[in-house]
């Protein structure tokens, strides 16, 4: 009886195991089915209890060519019968896919988010005037604010006003403005104001516009 035993290590490797065992020899039969017609018949009806195996992928686009898809990779590419959609090869299925590419536009400045330049865009396209003056400071305010969460530290306004030059394409100056970004305590403390069960009230009013 020891002798029949069949260890897992032994077993045939299973290119796609979600499909367990059973499915995998049923591949492998059909491919030494000589007679074409025959060959075709039984490769639908795999491709059909396959469908049945994984009914959260009807609604899902080319369901059918996935599955006839994954009929041939689990052949191994070696399966001889009339499919509706375009065999895939094993090349195709080895080709690496090429890198993605960043949603930011300056990846030396990730800590800003990918939302801050299109405000920064936004901005560009506003007229002149105190409506867009408020956006540009709430817009360096916010930048000073993510600088100060990714540093832990304290940054000059200046730094962050060449960074807001920069991202946008120099359209935005404010390296010669008199006007001061909020403090980092300010900031910060914005952050931290729900973390504890009671809220303490501020001091003062803050003398910054935006």
């Known amino acids: 009886m020891i002798d029949t035993l069949e260890y897992n290590t032994e077993r045939e490797h299973l290119i796609i195991p979600e499909y367990g ?57 070696e ?11 094993k090349e195709l299925l080895a080709e690496r ?48 604010k993510c600088f100060l969460n990714w540093n832990k530290d304290t940054v000059e306004d200046i730094v962050i006003y060449d960074h807001l030059f920069e991202l946008s394409g120099g359209k935005i100056n404010l390296r010669d403005s008199e006007e001061d970004l909020s403090d980092a305590s300010s900031l910060m403390r914005s952050k931290s104001k729900f973390s504890g069960k009671k809220h303490h009230k501020k001091q003062g009013r803050q003398r910054k516009r935006y």
């Open 21 to 77: 065992r059973h499915m995998q020899k049923m591949i492998n039969h059909v491919k030494t089915v000589e007679d074409r017609e025959e060959r075709n018949k039984l490769a639908k009806a795999i491709i059909s209890v396959m469908g049945n195996m994984q009914p959260h992928l009807r609604d899902v686009p080319d369901f059918q060519h996935k599955l006839w898809d994954q009929l041939f990779i689990m052949s191994n590419f």
């Open 79 to 89: 399966l001889d019968v009339d499919s509706p959609f375009p065999k895939p090869t």
């Open 97 to 144: 896919p090429g890198p993605l590419k960043y949603p930011q536009n300056h990846p030396k400045y990730r800590f800003y988010g990918n939302n801050i330049k299109t405000m920064i865009d936004v901005a560009n396209t506003w007229e002149e005037g105190e409506l867009k003056e408020a956006l540009v400071y709430t817009i360096a305010n916010h930048m000073k």
